[in-house]
């Protein structure tokens, strides 16, 4: 667990931050993946459409951000950490806060080939929901939608 880092709602000012952490870690988990956009347009993306308009979540450390979670509607549309901070519990701490903010459910896509995610995922009760072969998706690569339910009381 890292205590030190504080997850809180996004300003304005970390757009450019979080898409830096967006990058370095689509980079390091998805090094075959052909990504749809330059690095200026998912920094744009995330400065003109993400923090405004939905419901962003950042992780903050002393260095600077070390995570990025963005909800949308009952759609955990994005999960990233720095790669230096992977194994560390924060993404825990994101999957906890998202089913806290949604907990009628909750579902999300991820890239079949990342093989870490889905397992992260499927750890903390996310079910394999619909396998794809890419054509929906800007990167063209095979997908597969994950849905979490809560467990009837």
């Known amino acids: 667990m890292t205590p030190a880092v504080v997850i809180r709602r996004a300003a304005a000012a970390d757009a450019r931050p979080a898409a830096d952490v967006w990058l370095r870690s689509f980079a390091a988990a998805l090094p075959g993946v052909v990504r749809a956009h330059s690095d200026d347009e998912v920094r744009d993306w995330l400065r003109r459409v993400v923090v405004p308009r939905q419901e962003i979540w950042v992780a903050e450390a002393a260095d600077g951000l070390a995570g990025v979670m963005v909800l949308a509607g009952a759609e955990l549309s994005q999960l990233y ?45 996310f079910v394999a929901a619909e396998w794809t072969d890419g054509s929906g998706n800007e990167e063209r690569e095979p997908d597969v939608r994950y849905v979490w339910r809560p467990r009837a009381a």
Do not use: I, M, S
């Open 81 to 125: 950490l720095d790669p230096a901070r992977r194994g560390r519990g924060l993404g825990d701490r994101f999957v906890a806060l998202a089913k806290e903010r949604r907990p009628e459910g909750l579902e999300l896509w991820t890239f079949q080939v990342n093989g870490p995610a889905r397992r992260f995922y499927e750890r903390h009760g």
